[in-house]
Each structure stands twice: as structure tokens, then as C-alpha cells.
């Protein structure tokens, strides 16, 4: 039942609080509205240089270097301040302020306290008649005195105390009920691993394990227990610092340090709610016309919308051109909408980064121009094979930046596009799919002794055995050199498969030798040198039968 009583009483101070401040805000406010007393009403003047009259926070008057008899201005200034403070702290009822007309010029005070006295020359320093400038004066006067005295009595002392009391006992039940609450959540947290067993994953793999998580929750809550914490002591500092008038100014200081920068971002945001609509028309309307340039570039991919001039291997790198231009497009717009992108500091940063980017990406657009071409004047396709300087495979990436190529070893090498644009593309592919085939060729070296014509018979025969070498157009034999001790003779067949090129070549070596070991003909790579009378042959049929007997050597006359 303590603990309710207090917290009702801790509620009625709180409540209070707000009332006392709310008046204070008021009288400030009125201040405000009454026109103060300046020293220059042309802007295009300098003002003259004087001495400020201050009373209650409040500058009443500023005493120009214009001497009242013999007093100086600055004695001038320190007696009126000095007469404003002895007739606000007057015990008696106070007597509104009036204007007496005196010869020197118009006095403000009561009839038996005078308080200033302004004149003609006063009057003329400032531009206005004297008789408005003691008007202006006499009211900030008055309501710079009536606000003293409200707010110096034992009763706004009495209550400042009263509130000072409840509010530390609210202070102490917020401080005790925030360590109760986040005890207990500090022992809910702490026991999750027996429970949640599972970590964080994403795509398959951990992130986060259950214990780790643990461990960052509970630190969590320790940094936010502190925060509330802190906050506390924040609020409750300026609250008690506004029941007392003497340190009202600084307790809305030190509250104005926090509340300002929520109040400067809550404004800036609800000033740019329209512009949030902008952006927002601009993002949908740019998602869904990617989407739409999506679905057409899939149909033309599929081949399932045809152009005669368009060809289906285009469609994927169009649409990735076709989309970074409507994004850069789509945040060009919203850029004006962004808040704070008129700000200078937003621009300073803007600029730097496009110089980081345009000094870091030389290369990088150099490389999106090369795969730009390469695309177009489709030099190669997915999945063709080719031949790039030395490296020999199928194309399985074909990006803006990289080329990738898997070799017949399964190996992936990745070349920039700035490289291939410099280098010989050899394109297997495109003659198997468009034309009769590739042609494959090998060569071989028969001695003179063979006739040409046998020779010829058992290369075509060899390439008509190989699998995936077609019989038409028929294989055909060129003789490319007559050299001292043999002839050479290549053989050329035609393939619709160059992705199994080393397999074909493989198999067309085997069956050349078995054609030619069966027909009983040497092939002369490498030298052989042999007198033909006398010497072991080198067939492999030969050699292995049973009881054969090298020739002995013979000379005849």
C-alpha cells in the first residue's frame, strides 16, 4: 500500500511540474509579445554603443553614452537597475507605473518613487518621440517586476520544495522498479540456451550460435538498463532545477539538450513526408518496369518472342544495361527528394565519393565497354568452345567485367574483358553450328617407299572408324611436304562436336596406328634410319608373331 501512495504522490508532482512550467512558459511567452525597447529602428544604422538596464532576466533599457546632468551613463544605468530592484522588492502592494512629465523629460514610477527618467536626447538617439519610448520602457517595467514577484514568495519556494520531495521519491520507485525489470529479464535471458538450442542461421550456415546470442542479448539489456538509467537522472536534473525561479532558466537549458534534437528530426521528418511519397511513386514505378523488361528479355531468352534482328543470346546483357539505366534514372529523380541532399555536407560527401569511384573504376568501365562489344558482335557464346590466346575451353560466364572458361583439365580461368577485346578469339562452335562442321586435322610421316595412294586409303579409313567424325563431307588427305626421308600427309575430317575435341583427336591417333599396323605400314615419326635388307621391322603385328627371325644382312655382287 506504501508503494502505491508514493507512486500516486510521485504522479500529482509530475503533474504539477508541468503546471508550474507551463505558467513560466506563458509569462515568457507574454514577455515576448510586448515589443522590447531597441536602440536602433533603421537596420541600415549601426546601433550606438551603451549600457544595458537588466532586470529578471530581462534587458529593460540600454543607456546611450548621453550623460543626465552629471552622471555619467554608466552610473546613470547601475541607479535605474538599482531603483527597479528596490521597487519590485517593496513589501508593500505595488502602485502601477506611470508617466510624469518632468522638465527634463518623461519620468516613469509612481508618485513617490521615480524610477527614470528618459529624455529628448534618449528619444532622438533611438529615432522614436519620447513619449512611445517611455510607453515601451514602462511596460517591460512592469511586466518584468509583476513576474519577479510572482515568482519570489514562500509559496512558490514552499512548492518547489513540496515537488522537489516527490519527484526524488519518483526518481527512487523509477530507478527500483527499472532494476527489478530488467533483473527479471536478465534471468529470462540468461537461461535461453536450455531452450532455444539453435542458432542463427542463414542459408544453411550458422551466423550466430544459441550461446552467442545469449551472450549479446544479455549485453543488450545491460547497455539499455544503463540508458533508462541515465535518462532518468536527465529528466529528473532540469525538473528539479524549474521549481525554483532562480534556476528555471538552467533546467530548461539542460532540457532543451535532448528535446531539441528529437524535435529538430521529428520536424524534418514530417517536412519531408510529401517527399517520401515522391520517392515512392519513383521506386514502384521503376520496380515494376524493371519487372516488365524482366519478362520481356525471358520470352526472347526462350525464344518464345522472336525479332529478326535481335538475337536470343543478347537478351540477358540487355537487360542488365537496360536495368542499371533505370535504376541510375529512378535515383537521379528521387535524389531533390532525399532529405537533407540540398545540404552542403550531403553534397561535400557526394562529390567525394564520385571521385573515389570515377579514380577506382578506370579499369572497371574499360572492362564493362570490352564486354559490351564482345556481346554485340558476338564473337562467342555461352557454352561455345574457344580458344583465347592459350588457354582452350568452353565458355561458361560471360559477364559485363570477366569472361570465364572452363578448360578440358576442369579448370576455371576468369579473364577481363579488356584482355580478350586485345587478344586472337578462336571459335569452335560457331563453324559446328552454322556451317558443315569443324575440321580436325593430324599428320603423319610415311617413308617414299609406301605409295601415296595406300597411305591416303588408311587415313580416311582411320577417320571414318572415329567416332563423332562425320562421313560427310568425306574425310580428305592434304600431302603437305616431300622431306628428305619421308612424306607427309594430313588427314581432315569434319565434327559437329569441338567440345570433345581432345577425346576425338585421342581416338583418330588410335585408330591411324591400328589402320597402318594392320596394312603392315611403317610410320616414320620419329627417324628411323634402316638399310632395308637385313634389318628387324618395326611393325607391332610382325614382330609379335611366334618365330620370327630378323633377315641376316646380304650383299650381292
Avoid at 528596490?86 to 512629465?101: M, N, R, V
Avoid at 513540496?162 to 534471468?187: D, K
Avoid at 571521385?355 to 578506370?362: E, K
Amino acid at each position: 500500500m506504501l508503494k502505491q501512495v508514493v507512486l500516486l504522490i510521485s504522479l500529482v508532482a509530475l503533474m504539477c511540474s508541468n503546471t508550474v512550467l507551463s505558467a513560466e512558459q506563458k509569462n515568457i511567452a507574454a514577455q515576448s509579445a510586448v515589443p522590447a525597447v531597441s536602440v536602433a529602428v533603421d537596420q541600415a544604422v549601426a546601433p550606438p554603443v551603451g549600457f544595458p538596464v537588466r532586470f529578471a532576466d530581462s534587458e529593460i533599457f540600454v543607456v546611450l553614452t548621453t550623460p543626465l546632468g552629471s552622471l555619467k551613463p554608466e552610473n546613470r544605468a547601475e541607479i535605474i537597475q538599482k531603483n527597479i530592484q528596490s521597487y519590485a522588492d517593496s513589501q508593500e502592494k505595488l502602485k502601477p507605473l506611470g508617466l510624469i512629465t518632468l522638465p527634463e523629460g518623461l519620468g516613469i514610477g509612481t508618485d513617490d518613487n521615480m524610477l527614470m527618467v528618459l529624455t529628448e536626447r534618449d528619444a532622438d538617439a533611438v529615432g522614436k518621440p519620447v513619449a512611445l519610448l517611455a510607453q515601451e520602457v514602462q511596460e517591460r517595467i512592469q511586466i518584468a517586476v509583476d513576474d519577479y514577484r510572482a515568482r519570489n514568495t514562500w509559496k512558490t519556494y514552499g512548492l518547489g520544495m513540496a515537488l522537489s520531495i516527490f519527484s526524488i521519491i519518483g526518481l527512487w520507485q523509477a530507478l527500483h522498479w527499472n532494476n527489478r525489470a530488467f533483473s527479471w529479464l536478465r534471468n529470462k535471458a540468461s537461461g535461453m540456451h536450455a531452450y532455444w538450442d539453435k542458432g542463427l542461421y542463414f542459408k544453411g550456415v550458422e551466423v550466430l550460435s544459441a550461446s552467442r546470442i545469449e551472450r549479446v542479448v544479455l549485453f543488450v539489456l545491460k547497455a539499455l538498463r544503463i540508458f533508462v538509467v541515465l535518462m532518468c537522472w536527465y529528466f529528473f536534473l532540469p525538473l528539479i532545477l524549474s521549481f525554483f525561479p532562480e534556476t528555471r532558466a538552467l533546467g530548461s537549458t539542460l532540457f532543451d539538450y535532448l528535446i531539441t534534437p528529437f524535435a529538430t528530426i521529428f520536424h524534418t521528418i514530417v517536412k519531408y513526408i510529401p517527399n517520401m511519397f515522391y520517392i515512392f511513386v519513383i521506386g514502384v514505378f521503376a520496380f515494376y518496369t524493371i519487372k516488365l523488361i524482366s519478362y520481356v528479355f525471358q520470352l526472347v531468352e526462350r525464344g518464345e518472342l522472336k525479332f529478326e534482328w535481335f538475337h536470343d543470346d543478347w537478351a540477358r546483357p540487355t537487360y542488365q544495361i537496360i536495368r542499371f539505366v533505370v535504376i541510375v534514372t529512378a535515383l537521379i529523380s528521387a535524389y531533390p527528394y532525399i532529405p537533407g541532399s540540398s545540404s552542403e555536407a550531403f553534397q561535400g560527401v557526394g562529390l567525394v565519393l564520385g571521385a573515389i569511384i570515377s579514380f577506382a573504376s578506370s579499369s572497371a568501365i574499360s572492362n564493362i565497354v570490352a564486354g559490351i562489344i564482345l556481346t554485340y558482335t558476338r564473337a562467342f557464346r555461352l557454352n561455345d568452345r574457344i580458344k583465347l590466346g592459350d588457354t582452350t575451353g568452353d565458355v561458361v560466364e560471360k559477364t559485363l567485367l570477366v569472361t570465364r572458361i572452363m578448360t578440358i583439365k576442369n579448370v576455371v580461368v576468369t579473364i577481363p574483358n579488356s584482355l580478350v577485346m586485345g587478344a586472337q578469339i578462336v571459335n569452335y562452335s560457331t563453324s559446328a553450328a552454322e556451317g558443315a562442321g569443324v575440321i580436325l586435322h593430324t599428320s603423319v610421316t610415311i617413308g617414299y617407299d609406301v605409295p601415296w595412294q595406300k597411305v591416303q586409303s588408311l587415313l580416311i579409313e582411320a577417320a571414318l572408324a572415329t567416332e563423332q567424325l562425320l562421313s560427310q563431307p568425306v574425310p580428305f588427305v592434304l600431302q603437305t611436304s616431300l622431306d628428305d626421308w619421308y612424306v607427309s600427309y594430313e588427314i581432315n575430317a569434319y565434327t559437329k562436336n569441338p567440345e570433345r575435341m581432345a577425346v576425338i583427336y585421342s581416338n583418330l591417333h588410335r585408330n591411324i596406328l591400328e589402320k597402318f599396323d594392320a596394312a603392315g605400314v611403317e610410320i616414320m615419326s620419329p627417324h628411323y634410319y634402316a638399310v632395308r635388307d637385313g634389318n628387324a621391322t618395326t611393325v607391332p603385328s610382325v614382330l609379335a608373331g611366334s618365330g620370327y627371325v630378323p633377315p641376316s644382312f646380304q650383299v650381292s655382287k
